[in-house]
């Protein structure tokens, strides 16, 4: 779990429990020393407590600038690389740490009008890009969203590292069978341990309510406590497999209900539910990406207000440009310009041995005015071959998900050239989402 790690002052009691509800509010983590606790031990969790936090919120006070667990404390955020960002609440002269290290970056005060929602703004921006949400998406089916989702996320993770999480937003959920047998999801959303728990109170959160995949003309809107991460995923790479953080939110049919849902109150409520357990989520994870459905519903919308970036893949041919052009169309009309993620474009399913001329038209910018934007621009530049081993073959019954994923099979018949094209589109993603300085 990441957290923003709060400095503050013995006395600074009253502006940081400011500060602390306006972050929780906000759906972002925190943690702080409580005040009056200095000993031996809590010196030992503050400084783990600085090694996981994502950012160092320092309350600016006479208290804090006098207490010298305050300034060690920045010291070590500083020594760690943590971005800070300092909060005066009140008008106490800068000395020291303080004034040497902070002074440039002091823009926020509590007695500034709008202060602090300026510096919870600063504070969530930071939270976001230490864990960008990506949408793979199209509103054309069959091009390869599901296959991208899991094989060059699945090669993300194994060559680049980092905690990454699947969610299947698509009611299809074939995600979900890519790692599991039928009857094994069937079993996970039967208990609610599923994509449904995002959007709805359910077992998962309370076990005497009724699930709800058992209605289709009820939304339960009640907002819910955030259940604890290991009763919602499914690990996916396994206690004797590779390693690492691979997981997995399995979908379900009964999402499709959202779909024919009329009361639009009921429906915004629990969108917002969904937009803060993906809030939630950033906590313990680097990287959140979701598999969708090709046509354009609630669940598209829920997607693309959660992500930063869609990754479009795409076949070299019109039918998919226009499943494109399509998703841009939703993008610009349907998503408010301040929560509007990026889009990129992957080609999927090209031919390994020369690229087609629909390829290199489109690269040139041939198809722009036919996409209705700079299509050549959003184009990334590795595209996915077509390749037999990214066709899908269904698990066998109680075969361990990691074995589905092409990085970790063995060796021979091409297995090395198509994971290195994975890895390199996996790369390439990183970087581009990474590049992006929060805004
Ligand atoms: N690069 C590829 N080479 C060969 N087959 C592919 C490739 N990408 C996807 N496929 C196959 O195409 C079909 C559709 O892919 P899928 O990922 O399910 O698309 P979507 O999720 O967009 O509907 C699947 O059978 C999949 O195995
Ligand atoms: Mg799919």
């Known amino acids: 779990m990441s957290h923003a790690f709060i400095v503050h002052g013995p006395k600074d009691v009253d502006s940081l429990l400011q500060v602390h509800e306006a972050l929780r ?10 005040p009056g606790a200095d000993s031996p031990e809590s010196r030992h969790s503050v400084a783990e407590a600085i090694d996981k936090a994502f950012a160092m919120v320092v309350l600016v006070s006479a208290s804090s600038i006098r207490s010298r667990e305050a300034q060690a404390q ?14 005066r609440v009140d008008n106490a002269r800068l000395s020291g740490v303080f004034k040497k290290e902070l002074a ?19 504070v969530r921006a930071r939270y976001r890009h ?16 599901t296959t991208i989702t899991s094989q060059i996320f699945g090669a993300w993770q194994a060559a680049l590292g980092g905690r990454i999480l699947l969610v299947d937003l698509d009611p299809q959920y074939n995600l979900t069978q890519t790692f599991f047998d039928m009857e094994a999801a069937d079993q996970s959303a039967a208990r609610d341990r599923s994509v449904i ?14 699930s709800p995949a058992e209605s289709w003309s009820r939304l339960s809107t009640e907002p819910f406590p955030t259940p604890a991460i290991a009763d919602l995923v499914h690990p996916l790479l396994g206690e004797n497999g590779p390693g690492g953080v691979l997981d997995l939110i399995s979908g379900q049919f009964e999402i499709s209900k959202y779909a024919f849902a009329t009361d639009k109150a009921a429906l915004d409520a629990i969108r917002l539910n969904f937009l803060h357990m993906v809030d939630h989520l950033r906590g313990s994870y680097d990287l959140i990406v979701f598999d969708t459905n090709p046509n354009a519903t ?28 399509l998703l841009n169309q939703v993008l610009n009309e349907q998503i408010a310009e301040d929560v509007r993620p990026k889009l990129s474009i992957l080609f999927n399913r090209v031919s390994r041995n020369e690229q087609s001329a629909f390829e290199a038209d489109a690269r040139n910018g041939a198809h722009d005015q036919r996409a209705g934007f700079k299509l050549s621009e959003a184009l990334l530049q590795h595209p996915v071959p077509k390749s037999g081993h990214l066709q899908v073959r269904s698990p066998e019954p109680d075969q361990e998900p990691w074995k589905s994923l092409i990085v970790h099979k063995g060796r021979g018949g091409g297995l090395k050239s198509i994971r290195e094209s994975l ?17």
């Open 298 to 325: 609630f669940l598209t919308k829920c997607a693309l207000e959660a992500s930063d970036r869609v990754i479009a893949p795409m076949h070299p041919d019109m039918y998919s440009l226009r499943g494109v052009k």
């Open 130 to 145: 230490k864990c960008p949400v990506i949408a793979v998406m199209n509103l054309k089916g069959g091009v390869g969203k």
């Open 423 to 439: 890895k390199a589109s996996a790369a390439e993603i990183r970087d581009k989402t990474s590049a992006e300085e929060p805004s």
């Open 74 to 87: 920045i010291e070590r955020g500083i020594a760690r690389g943590l971005t800070i960002v300092p909060f």
């Open 104 to 122: 440039g970056s002091l823009r926020h005060a509590i007695m500034d009008e709008g202060g602090l929602e300026k510096l919870v703004a600063e």
């Open 197 to 210: 728990s995002l959007f709805e109170k359910s077992r998962l959160h309370a076990p005497d309510v009724p």
């Open 25 to 34: 509010r906000a759906g972002i983590p925190d943690w702080y020393e409580p």
